[in-house]
């Protein structure tokens, strides 16, 4: 059974998610500003998401529908801090 790694669109996609994620998780934990928390966990919802239907494809169901579970988590966590911060 041949596993495909992928198109060059899902490559650069997770890749922007990935780069994305660390780039503020590291600015927050540098600078102690945690105004662009909401955009991490956006950044890791997406990436979990990619690993979710990856292991989908691969036949990894448990994996897969665990990542697509955190991928919602995180989803519902980032749209709360954003509506908290901005008092709506």
């Not at 059974?1 to 660390?22: D, V």
């Not at 529908?65 to 919602?72: E, I, N, Y």
């Amino acid at each position: 059974m041949k596993i495909r790694k992928g198109g060059i669109i899902e490559i650069s996609i997770r890749f922007i998610f990935f780069a994305g994620t660390i780039f503020l998780a590291l600015y927050g934990l540098i600078t102690g500003d945690f105004r662009y928390q909401y955009l991490m966990l956006l950044g890791l919802s997406g990436v979990l998401m990619i690993t979710g239907i990856d292991d989908f494809e691969k036949g990894k169901k448990f994996w897969s529908f665990a990542s697509f579970g955190v991928a919602v988590f995180c989803l519902i966590v980032s749209m709360q801090v954003f509506f908290m911060e901005r008092d709506l």
